[in-house]
C-alpha cells in the first residue's frame, strides 16, 4: 500500500491519496484526479463525468509531473489544443505527488483567493480588465492568461460577490 500527496492550488489543501482506495469512478482508470478532488470535497468542473469525453475537469500539474502515469492516446489527443503558456502540464490521472494549479473554470477557488487578497473592494465595482489582471496576478493561479473570456470573468466576479457578502 503506498500513500502520496497531492496539493489542490490555490486552495492550498493537501489530502493524502492511498493506492487500494483508488480509482473511485466506473471507468477504471487508475488514482483520476478528478476522483481524488471530488473525493476530498475539491470542486472541479467536470462536464462529462470524468469519462475523458472532453477536457472541463484537467488541471495544470506545477510539481510531480515525472510522478504521474503517463496519458492515454485519446486524452493527450484532447489536451494537446490546451496547454497553458504559464508552463506546468495539464494532465488527468495521477501515480504520485504532485502540485496542481486549478484553472479559469475553478471561479469558487479563484473567489475565495480574490477575497482574502482584496478584502475591502466591492467585486461589482471591478472591470474585467482589472479583474483579469488580479486574477493573474494571483500567486496560485495557473492557466493560460488568454483562455479566459467575458462569460468566466462573470461567474468569477459573481463567485467572488457571494464569497464577499458571507463575510
Given amino acids: 500500500m503506498a500513500v502520496h500527496k497531492v496539493t489542490f492550488l490555490p486552495l492550498g489543501k493537501t489530502v493524502e491519496v492511498d493506492d487500494e482506495r483508488y480509482p473511485l469512478a466506473d471507468h477504471g482508470k487508475p488514482g483520476s484526479l478528478l476522483d481524488i478532488a471530488l473525493a476530498h470535497d475539491i470542486p472541479l468542473e467536470h462536464n ?3 469519462s475523458c469525453a472532453c477536457t472541463t475537469c484537467h488541471v495544470i500539474v506545477r510539481e510531480g509531473e515525472e510522478r504521474l502515469s ?3 492516446n485519446d486524452e493527450e489527443d484532447r489536451l494537446s489544443g490546451a496547454r497553458p503558456s504559464s508552463g506546468g502540464t495539464l494532465w488527468s490521472r495521477f501515480r504520485s505527488e504532485a502540485t496542481v494549479k486549478l484553472t479559469w473554470r475553478d471561479t469558487e477557488d479563484i473567489a475565495i483567493a480574490l ?3 482584496y478584502p ?3 467585486p461589482l465595482t471591478v ?3 482589472d479583474l483579469h489582471r488580479w486574477v ?3 500567486p496560485d493561479f495557473g492557466d493560460d492568461p488568454k483562455a479566459s473570456n467575458e462569460k468566466l470573468l462573470e461567474a468569477i466576479q459573481m463567485a467572488w460577490l457571494e ?3 458571507n463575510r
Avoid: I, W
Fill in 120 to 122: 475591502d473592494t466591492d
Fill in 163 to 165: 464569497e464577499h457578502r
Fill in 136 to 138: 493573474t496576478e494571483l
Fill in 127 to 129: 472591470r474585467f480588465t
Fill in 115 to 117: 477575497s482574502e487578497r
Fill in 48 to 50: 462529462c463525468g470524468g
Fill in 70 to 72: 503517463e496519458m492515454e
